[in-house]
């Protein structure tokens, strides 16, 4: 090694070799370097094993996302030259070959032409995501998900009673198959035409379908609502609900009904990722509605601030797992991540021809009185009414119950909050009721039971 890459290695690295963070220094796509963290996250005692070695010698042939790994760390390498950094998720192999899931940055020094990647390991998420994948197998409908290609990478158990062509789904090979491998030829034109108005600019879709030439025991007709997302990655999805309403002569206030439930149900299955909060909407849906109550609010208003609760953090299906369940302090790249969940839920139902403004409350229920809060620092008489249900209701179910940075706080505080924010951040009417309700107490509030 010259001269340069020594000095950067005695300057940088060795303050990082006994690291509680993995830290692998690499040149020209081959470990230079690696320190004990490192290690032993891989379960290996002697780092002469790893160096000279390539990270994809000790990787899967296939990543999560099915791309091969040694096009994957190709792209990565080239990425992080380009901009200087990047993250990503990355599989790789332990000694005794098993598998291990890491979130990795890396960084590139062009001064030593040198890499360097920091990782922490995120395999305890595989169990969320098993919770999550058992949910989904569970669930009375057809959830699925597709790539920008419209190739699905999800299908979900159910699903296998919607295709009219015949797939074989004990051998089904799922990132395989496109829409016109799966449904007639017509109405695999009409569903990827509702995909590709989606990729290019589309928010959301609902449409009905009639399924042809299938046997008597499965599905004749599906509503079938999708949506656009974006991950951390910048790589875009979409994700959809198709529900069995063969049984059902709908009115369009059922249908509606239909559409609400499955939205619902599409944002539980996200608190499936994060235990920490699941219920959490539930809680801020009993607590708002009960509010409006004491507002003397009609029934239609209720109704309104019920859907609005449930759905107000369905932005958050496009933050990853790791930030979402991260047990410390976040960055502030993730904590600007958390805040576009408002924009993101906004996107997702500002199509649906709901009854109430549930998308504009979604959007401004992080708003404050005094033009403090996000995402446009609206002040009081730009601020609707719901989203200031909904902001004191979401205060209360976040300081009361667990969270994955701290344990739940004691009901002083929550109300101390509540007082100190009287009039100034929160509608003063509004904290009113909600220190009368906490008074009588909250288990009797739906969602509050235990």
Same mark, same amino acid.
């Given at each position: 090694?010259?001269?340069?890459?020594?000095?950067?290695?005695?300057?940088?690295?060795?303050?990082?070799?006994?690291?509680?963070?993995?830290?692998?220094?690499?040149?020209?796509?081959?470990?230079?370097?690696?320190?004990? %963290?490192?290690?032993?996250?891989?379960?290996?005692?002697?780092?002469?094993?790893?160096?000279?070695?390539?990270?994809?010698?000790?990787?899967?042939?296939?990543?999560?996302?099915?791309?091969?790994?040694?096009?994957?760390?190709? +792209?990565?390498?080239?990425?992080?030259?380009?901009?200087?950094?990047?993250?990503?998720?990355?599989?790789?192999?332990?000694?005794?070959?098993?598998?291990?899931?890491?979130?990795?940055?890396?960084?590139?020094?062009?001064?030593?032409?040198?890499?360097?990647?920091?990782?922490?390991?995120?395999?305890?998420?595989?169990? +969320?995501?098993?919770?999550?994948?058992?949910?989904?197998?569970?669930?009375?409908?057809?959830?699925?998900?597709?790539?920008?290609?419209?190739?699905?990478?999800?299908?979900? +158990?159910?699903?296998?009673?919607?295709?009219?062509?015949?797939?074989?789904?004990?051998?089904?090979?799922?990132?395989?198959?496109?829409?016109?491998?799966?449904?007639?030829?017509?109405?695999?034109?009409?569903?990827? +035409?509702?995909?590709?108005?989606?990729?290019?600019?589309?928010?959301?879709?609902?449409?009905?379908?009639?399924?042809?030439?299938?046997?008597?025991?499965?599905?004749?007709?599906?509503?079938?609502?999708?949506?656009?997302?974006?991950?951390?990655?910048?790589?875009?999805?979409?994700?959809?609900?198709?529900?069995?309403?063969?049984?059902?002569?709908?009115?369009? %206030?059922?249908?509606?009904?239909?559409?609400?439930?499955?939205? %619902?149900?599409?944002?539980?299955?996200?608190?499936?990722?994060?235990?920490?909060?699941?219920?959490?909407?539930?809680?801020?849906?009993?607590? %708002?509605?009960?509010?409006?109550?004491?507002?003397?609010?009609?029934?239609?208003?209720?109704?309104?601030?019920?859907?609005?609760?449930?759905?107000?953090?369905?932005?958050?299906?496009?933050?990853?797992?790791?930030?979402?369940?991260?047990?410390?302090?976040?960055?502030?790249?993730?904590?600007?991540?958390?805040?576009?969940?408002?924009?993101?839920?906004?996107?997702?139902?500002?199509?649906?021809?709901?009854?109430?403004?549930?998308?504009?409350?979604?959007?401004?229920?992080?708003?404050?009185?005094?033009?403090?809060?996000?995402?446009?620092?609206?002040?009081?008489?730009?601020?609707?009414?719901?989203?200031?249900?909904?902001?004191?209701?979401?205060?209360?179910?976040?300081?009361?119950?667990?969270?994955?940075?701290?344990?739940?706080?004691?009901?002083?505080?929550?109300?101390?909050?509540?007082?100190?924010?009287?009039?100034?951040?929160?509608?003063?009417?509004?904290?009113?009721?909600?220190?009368?309700?906490?008074?009588?107490?909250?288990?009797?509030?739906?969602?509050?039971?235990?």
């Amino acid at each position: 090694m010259n001269s340069k890459i020594n000095d950067f290695l005695d300057r940088e690295y060795r303050l990082l070799e006994k690291a509680p963070i993995g830290v692998i220094v690499l040149r020209d796509g081959i470990i230079l370097e690696i320190n004990s %963290s490192a290690l032993t996250t891989l379960g290996y005692s002697n780092k002469k094993e790893l160096i000279g070695l390539s990270p994809v010698e000790v990787s899967p042939l296939r990543q999560i996302n099915l791309e091969e790994s040694s096009s994957a760390a190709k +792209k990565k390498f080239e990425e992080a030259k380009e901009k200087s950094s990047c993250e990503f998720e990355w599989l790789h192999i332990k000694k005794n070959g098993s598998n291990i899931l890491l979130k990795i940055s890396l960084q590139y020094y062009q001064t030593v032409d040198l890499f360097v990647a920091y990782w922490h390991n995120i395999t305890d998420f595989k169990n +969320k995501t098993k919770i999550y994948n058992d949910f989904m197998n569970n669930f009375p409908g057809a959830c699925y998900i597709k790539n920008s290609k419209f190739e699905h990478i999800f299908l979900n +158990k159910f699903a296998q009673n919607i295709p009219t062509k015949g797939i074989d789904f004990d051998n089904y090979k799922i990132n395989k198959y496109r829409t016109i491998d799966l449904f007639d030829d017509e109405l695999a034109r009409q569903m990827d +035409k509702v995909d590709l108005e989606l990729i290019n600019g589309e928010t959301v879709a609902e449409n009905i379908y009639k399924l042809d030439n299938i046997d008597e025991k499965k599905v004749k007709w599906i509503k079938d609502t999708k949506f656009k997302y974006t991950d951390v990655n910048k790589e875009t999805y979409i994700g959809g609900i198709s529900l069995d309403i063969t049984d059902l002569m709908l009115t369009k %206030s059922r249908l509606e009904a239909e559409l609400k439930s499955a939205l %619902s149900t599409l944002h539980s299955i996200t608190n499936y990722l994060d235990p920490y909060t699941a219920g959490h909407e539930m809680r801020v849906s009993g607590l %708002s509605v009960e509010i409006g109550k004491r507002l003397g609010l009609s029934e239609l208003e209720l109704e309104g601030l019920r859907v609005a609760g449930l759905l107000h953090d369905i932005g958050k299906i496009s933050i990853p797992l790791g930030i979402l369940s991260k047990p410390g302090k976040l960055t502030n790249i993730e904590f600007l991540l958390i805040k576009e969940h408002t924009q993101v839920g906004y996107e997702i139902v500002k199509n649906i021809p709901f009854e109430w403004p549930i998308h504009d409350v979604i959007l401004q229920h992080h708003e404050r009185l005094d033009g403090t809060g996000y995402p446009n620092g609206l002040t009081a008489k730009d601020i609707r009414f719901e989203s200031k249900i909904i902001a004191v209701a979401d205060v209360v179910a976040a300081m009361s119950n667990h969270r994955p940075y701290r344990a739940a706080l004691d009901s002083e505080i929550v109300l101390e909050e509540l007082k100190k924010g009287r009039g100034t951040i929160y509608d003063s009417k509004i904290i009113d009721i909600c220190l009368e309700i906490m008074e009588l107490g909250l288990h009797n509030i739906e969602g509050w039971e235990t």
